[in-house]
């Protein structure tokens, strides 16, 4: 029986990112033409700054679907 791939792995397998300054409109227009329910957020020098989920962008769009996504994406590190 084959496990189910890790959460690296499912990254990994991403081929796009969105930066923090990205807004929910646009997060949730890219989850939609990759059919994707986490995307990455990158800063400048491309590491990895955060995770937002689909759950994330629904939850905050009746707040202002122009937020940006660091808002309320999950940060990394610290």
Known sequence: MRQKPTLAERLSSIDVALVPSDTLLHALGVMER?????????????????????????????????????????ACGS
């Open 34 to 74: 990759y059919r994707v329910w986490l995307l990455p957020v990158v800063g400048e020098a491309g590491c990895l700054v955060g995770l937002i989920t689909r759950s994330h962008v629904l939850g905050a769009w009746k707040v202002d679907p122009l937020l940006p996504v660091s808002l309320v994406m999950m």
